[in-house]
């Protein structure tokens, strides 16, 4: 059985400080991971995706995210917070390609100046 | 540009009511995801389909039911509308085994009011 924690259900920063958003996963098989946003009023917006070739993946708007199995984590990091990466952040995990995504409770992430 | 529509962003409807959302995709996915999303819950998958005409129950199914007549059409299904059932309704799709292309489509949801 696969499932998804994300670790925190708020996290605030300032303009230009660095983000963490932290994913704890479990998989019984080599994991799809993913990073969705999700902005106000909106559907979900692939950030980035692991699919088993570099561990180190990197985004859309600066985003980045590393896979570390003996950790089983996958946080998703940003050097400098902008003011429009407030939104809600979701770890995602499937354990094939294409298949149900299994969701972590999300975190909404606030930046201010 | 991947698009996946669902046919209304914002119902509010009677408790008994049979009430039925549409989602169309047009990327020619094989498959095809409904989940209802609460504050402080995530995501939480209803029902999915890998196939035209095939449908599996995901983690809470109970008050619902699903169709797939077409390829690119799924249809989330309310048989009798209860205010617990209250909540944004977010359909996906995504291409079957592609391993490239391994994420899903969202579409902007629907938010859903029973009253």
């Known amino acids: 059985a696969q499932s998804v924690t994300q670790l925190g259900s708020h996290v605030s920063v300032s303009e230009g400080a660095l983000v963490l958003l932290r994913c704890n996963y479990s998989?019984?098989?080599?994991?799809?991971l993913f990073w969705y946003v999700q902005y106000p009023n909106q559907g979900l917006q692939l950030l980035l995706k692991?699919?088993?070739?570099?561990?180190l993946v990197k985004g859309i708007n600066g985003f980045e995210a590393e896979f570390k199995k003996s950790e089983t984590i996958f946080h998703l990091t940003k050097p400098s917070a902008h003011m429009s990466d407030a939104a809600e952040y979701f770890c995602?995990?499937?354990?094939?390609?294409?298949?149900?995504?299994?969701f972590g409770k999300g975190t909404t992430l606030s930046v201010s100046s | 540009d991947v698009k996946v529509t669902q046919s209304s962003r914002y119902l509010v409807k009677r408790t008994g009511e049979k009430v039925f959302l549409e989602c169309v995709q047009d990327?020619?996915?094989?498959?095809m995801f409904w989940y209802r999303q609460d504050p402080g819950l995530g995501l939480r998958l209803i029902y999915f389909s890998y196939d035209v005409k095939m449908k599996e129950k995901g983690d809470i199914p109970e008050g619902y039911s699903v169709s797939r007549e077409k390829k690119e059409r799924f249809s989330l299904i309310l048989e009798s509308a209860s205010t617990n059932q209250t909540s944004m309704y977010l359909c996906?799709?995504?291409?079957?085994?592609?391993?490239?292309?391994?994420?899903?489509?969202f579409g902007q949801g629907t938010r859903l009011t029973v009253v």
């Open positions: 996906a799709s995504s291409y079957d085994h592609d391993r490239q292309n391994t994420e899903a489509f």
């Open positions: 998989s019984s098989v080599p994991p799809y």
């Open positions: 692991y699919t088993s070739a570099a561990t």
């Open positions: 990327m020619d996915h094989e498959n």
């Open positions: 995602a995990v499937s354990q094939s390609a294409g298949t149900a995504l299994i």
